[in-house]
């Protein structure tokens, strides 16, 4: 069975950083589609960012590009959120996906129908 823990979340005041980690366990697989999503309170869920864990292609939705990181570490198998300049349209509950065994398509990288496991969130909170 597939896990996903997320860590890292907190509150934050606008301009500052935070660093996400979702620890993957439960299975081998190295190429898979991890995504990180986000789900604002009253708003819709969103995809954040997406990397390919077998090749490193990484993907971002335009509201962080610049700001956020994602990164892998296949030898933990853990993937990173790194977070700057953050916001308070940024406060969210952020949640780890994974797309076993997948490539991210570009098209399609941030559609959560594909996902096959998620995490149970961690909320991220940001101050004016």
């Known amino acids: 069975q597939v896990q996903l823990v997320e860590s890292g979340g907190g509150s934050v005041q606008a301009g500052g950083s935070l660093r996400l980690s979702c620890a993957a366990s439960g299975h081998a697989d190295i190429n898979n589609c991890m995504v990180w999503f986000r789900h604002p309170p009253g708003k819709a869920r969103e995809g954040v960012a997406g990397?390919?864990?077998?090749?490193?292609?990484?993907y971002y939705a335009d509201s962080v590009k610049g700001r956020f990181t994602i990164s892998h570490d296949n030898a933990k198998n853990t993937v990173y959120l790194q977070m700057n300049s953050l916001n308070p349209t940024d406060t969210a509950t952020y949640y780890c996906?994974?797309?076993?065994?997948?490539?991210?398509?570009?098209?399609?990288?941030?559609?959560?129908?594909?996902?096959?496991?998620w995490g149970k969130g961690t909320l991220v909170t940001v101050s004016s």
């Open positions: 996906a994974m797309r076993r065994n997948s490539i991210c398509p570009s098209w399609s990288w941030s559609s959560a129908s594909s996902i096959h496991y």
């Open positions: 990397i390919y864990t077998g090749g490193g292609s990484t």
